[in-house]
């Protein structure tokens, strides 16, 4: 059975940090490309950042460039999210997802997330 759980949120004031960790477990975890995903109130769901499987590439969406870091240890099954400077329209829940196309199908897996809280 495939998890994926994140930790690590809470609130925090503007210009502060804070380390978001997923940890993955049942999946052969170094084959899937990890994502973190967030969604604020009356919003959508909106992509942060990605690592793709090995160590490939690595993607930021615009807002979060310069801010965010994302990073995996393969070892550990868990991928990381650095985030630096953080401003209030950081606020939301930030999902971590695993992704993995084989053959023709596509499997992915969403953790639970956690809320990320920035005001002072």
């Known amino acids: 059975q495939v998890q994926v759980v994140e930790s690590g949120g809470g609130l925090v004031q503007p210009g502060g940090s804070l380390r978001l960790s997923c940890a993955a477990s049942g999946l052969t975890f170094r084959r899937y490309s990890m994502s973190w995903y967030r969604q604020a109130p009356e919003k959508e769901r909106e992509l942060v950042a990605t690592?793709?499987?090995?160590?490939?590439?690595?993607n930021y969406a615009d807002s979060v460039k310069g801010r965010f870091t994302i990073s995996r240890d393969n070892a550990k099954n868990t991928v990381y999210l650095i985030m630096n400077s953080l401003k209030p329209e950081d606020t939301a829940v930030y999902y971590c997802n695993a992704g993995r196309t084989v053959g023709v199908d596509y499997k992915t897996y969403w953790g639970q997330g956690t809320q990320v809280t920035v005001s002072s």
């Open positions: 690592s793709t499987s090995a160590g490939g590439s690595i």
